[in-house]
């Protein structure tokens, strides 16, 4: 579903590559975590898959489209196989929820019949049926972030990019929303999770993809954060 192939990416202005040299395949349906200190390449990482940033040498193959060699205008048609959610939740303000998550299907072009029952699915997946009418601003930051999951999923995704999803909840609502990533993941998707939090990824036992200084340090079938750090 994923494959880097000898992927480096040098930004211009910094000396060192935010990515060295990496080689990764994730399969379909996997669920990864990406971990690795600040600046390790993390971000890097996932702004490749969705081709906000170009690769300076390598190959990156997402969901059958090689991302490296995209033309513009097939852009949207890759973007539309990956859901995203972010640290800051990033849902628009003036919106209700049902809005914030239909607005993600209007924007593709999506009929007006298929949104009526995806919207209301994906937010009964991540149990926000009853506050469809609600503001984000009168939501907590756990159901902000239900609500951008329903947003990255309501299209039904392939892969599900995840970056931090979690950094700014507490423990309890963290659990929270690792059951809801879980369950995005059992529909078949292929979720990639970039994290620093040492117990979601000690407690859940998956791939581990461990990055230092843009390069690959470990890859471990169902690691742990790591002793000692
Ligand atoms: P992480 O997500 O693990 O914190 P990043 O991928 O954001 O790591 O950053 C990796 C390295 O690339 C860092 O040294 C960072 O300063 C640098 N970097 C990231 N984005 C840019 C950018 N847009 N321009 C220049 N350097 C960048
Ligand atoms: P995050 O990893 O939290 O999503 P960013 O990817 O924006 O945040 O930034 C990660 C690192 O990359 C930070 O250390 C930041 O200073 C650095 N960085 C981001 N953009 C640039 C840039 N344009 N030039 C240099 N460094 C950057």
Do not use: W
Request: glycine share 8%; aromatic share 4%; charged share 30%.
């Amino acid at each position: 579903m994923i494959t880097l192939r000898n992927v480096t990416k040098s930004y211009k202005t910094s000396t060192r590559p935010a990515l060295d040299n990496v080689s990764v395949d994730i399969d379909k349906g996997e669920f990864v975590f990406v971990i690795g200190p600040s600046g390790s390449g993390k971000s890097t990482f996932m702004r490749l898959l969705l081709k906000d940033e170009r690769p300076t040498s390598g190959e990156v193959t997402v969901a059958g489209f090689r991302v490296d060699r995209l033309r513009g205008g097939q852009v949207p048609k890759l973007r539309q196989r990956i859901g995203c959610v972010f640290q800051d939740f990033r849902l628009l303000q003036q919106k209700t929820v049902e809005q914030n998550v239909a607005f993600a299907l209007e924007v593709i072009g999506k009929n007006r019949k298929f949104i009526d029952r995806a919207v209301p699915e994906a937010l009964d997946l991540v149990g926000l049926s009853g506050k469809a009418d609600r503001l984000p601003s009168e939501l907590s930051g756990g159901e902000q972030q239900r609500v951008a999951i329903a947003r990255a999923f309501v299209n039904r995704p392939l892969v599900l990019i995840a970056d931090e999803p979690t950094g700014n909840l507490d423990p309890e609502t963290t659990q929270d929303i690792m059951l809801l990533l879980e369950r995005v993941n059992r529909t078949g998707a292929t979720v990639l999770m970039a994290t620093h939090d040492h117990n979601i990824v000690d407690t859940m036992r998956r791939r581990v993809i461990e990055l230092d200084r843009g390069r690959v340090l470990r890859d471990d079938e169902t690691g742990v954060y790591g002793v000692g750090r």
